[in-house]
């Protein structure tokens, strides 16, 4: 408004020749530049506790694929294979087909609702200490830590001028990060396929672009987003931050500053009195180690994690000033609101939206573990002949063709007798099977595999009154016992 004014009263737009001046312009930008965020190294509870999640959840994803289950002659022996060529999906003991995606509609409800659960609980405990985006940014600023020293090293080297040590520094950094992306790249891949097979492939020169292009896909993005978006990724990329605090309470535990205790803030020496002051000392250490660079005193924040570093980082400055720890804490803020009173506190887990979340879980899960101890291993299609609808044979007889599929979902080599029932008198022959007609046959399917048949299907003329009959196949497995049934019709000339 105030660039307009001035503008207005040097005659707009007029030109240098008209006698008027030139507009003036704003002098800098509105936009804020970015500002490297360098966290400073710190140790505590919290940072044990980021150590503890990133080695074991980087141990179970670069180990996962190479566990092996004996699934029996034929199977594929990865513990955990998504096998897309195959069609197939193996967990442990447990094969998926591809009409069992319902399962995996479950796990994305069983996680999102996890997700709720825990943030109404906790806080943000995913994004600080189990978000992908999170462990490796981790493990890229601990590479960079290593080579290029803790954060005042970095940054001193950052602002000075291109020397040898310069670069030989954020060279081996960098060449271990690309390092780590195509180890994170090639693991992805063989979540996807055979992992001894395809490495070795890949050592021997046989792999396809296909394969190869994806791992690279993955590895760039790997390197992009940890060694350089880092923070930018959870402020500016991710929507989960958007709408977490729909999952918040006045009872949700989250990374809190007890102001009421800690203002008026200021520097203080050691021998210091804080009777007549606040605990906090304003040493900015808070804000240094943070791995998103904010400061937690101006209160609850979007960009906040909740990783608890920072808590970390204050406790040792309470400890050498003798002074009470967890000025910085976890906690509601309901409690802070206490504490500030004078108070009694309490944790209250159990709230409507927790048991509810939890109860969700509860049923979603009983649903999914219900539908695997009774799910049939065997499958059957039935599909009636369009064109023509039935034939009239010689002898007077109707006669109907089906396309018959089984489905045999076990690992081993399976026969199944078939029969036929609904219309009196009928008999069936399949193709290739019997060249006379029969009630019953026996059919063979190879193992984890679809049996196609050919099946004709006849019945006395007499006993066909209408355009339309009932008829069903029956199914048994002779090895299992398992049973199936599928209705479908038998098509006539009528009565």
């Known amino acids: 408004m105030a660039v307009a004014e001035k503008v207005a009263k040097t005659g707009g737009g007029a030109s240098p020749a008209g006698g008027g001046k030139k507009p003036e312009q704003p002098s800098s930008s509105l936009y804020e530049d970015y500002k490297k965020v360098q966290p400073k190294r710190v140790s505590g509870y919290f940072r044990t506790l980021k150590n503890w999640a990133a080695i074991i959840l980087l141990g179970i994803y670069f180990i996962g694929p190479w566990l092996r289950w004996d699934r029996g002659p034929g199977a594929p022996d990865q513990a955990i294979l998504l096998d897309m060529s195959g069609r197939r999906g193996y967990i442990l003991g447990v094969e998926f087909w591809p009409q069992e995606i319902y399962y995996l509609t479950g796990l994305l409800i069983l996680g999102a609702v996890g997700l709720f659960f825990v943030t109404a609980l906790l806080g943000r405990v995913w994004c600080g200490f189990t978000c992908i985006q999170t462990v490796f940014t981790d493990v890229f600023v601990m590479v960079e830590r290593v080579f290029q020293g803790d954060r005042n090293e970095r940054i001193k080297r950052d602002r000075g001028p291109m020397t040898v040590d310069k670069v030989w520094r954020k060279g081996i950094t960098n060449a271990v990060w690309i390092l780590l992306s195509l180890a994170t790249g090639w693991t992805w891949v063989i979540y996807f396929n055979d992992a001894p097979a395809t490495t070795m492939a890949l050592f021997q020169g046989e792999f396809t672009w296909g394969v190869m292009g994806f791992a690279l896909m993955v590895a760039g993005f790997t390197y992009l987003l940890a060694g350089f978006a880092r923070e930018q990724v959870c402020i500016y990329m991710c929507p989960w931050p958007r709408f977490q605090g729909a999952m918040f309470d006045e009872d949700t535990l989250v990374v809190t500053y007890e102001k009421w205790r800690g203002e008026p803030r200021g520097f203080a020496k050691k021998s210091e009195s804080f009777e007549t002051r606040g605990h906090c000392v304003d040493c900015q250490l808070c804000v240094q180690v943070c791995p998103t660079g904010i400061d937690i005193r101006n209160g609850s924040q979007l960009a906040c994690i909740g990783c608890g570093l920072c808590i970390d980082a204050c406790n040792t400055v309470m400890d050498r000033f003798n002074l009470p720890r967890d000025l910085i804490t976890y906690d509601s803020v309901a409690n802070q609101v206490a504490r500030a009173k004078k108070t009694p506190t309490q944790y209250r887990l159990a709230r409507g939206r927790t048991i509810a979340y939890a109860g969700i879980m509860v049923v979603v ?16 299609s039935v599909l009636h002949e369009r064109s023509p609808l039935f034939v009239t044979l010689a002898d007077g007889g109707i006669r109907n063709g089906y ?93």
């Not at 695997?372 to 291993?377: D, F, K, S």
């Not at 193992?447 to 299907?457: H, K, L, N």
């Open 365 to 380: 899960a009983a649903v999914m573990a219900f539908g695997l101890i009774t799910r049939a291993r065997v499958d059957v």
């Open 403 to 495: 396309t018959f599929k089984i489905l045999n979902m076990l690992p081993q080599e399976q026969t199944y007798r078939v029969s036929v029932q609904g219309v009196e008198g009928a008999t069936m022959t399949v193709v290739g099977f019997q060249e006379e007609p029969v009630a019953t046959t026996d059919l063979t399917v190879r193992p984890d595999s679809v049996g196609t048949f050919r099946v004709y299907v006849s019945a006395p003329r007499a006993a066909v009154t209408d355009k339309a009959m009932d008829l069903e196949f029956a199914i048994e497995n002779l090895t299992t016992g398992e049973t199936a049934e599928r209705d479908t019709l038998f098509a006539g000339p009528g009565s």
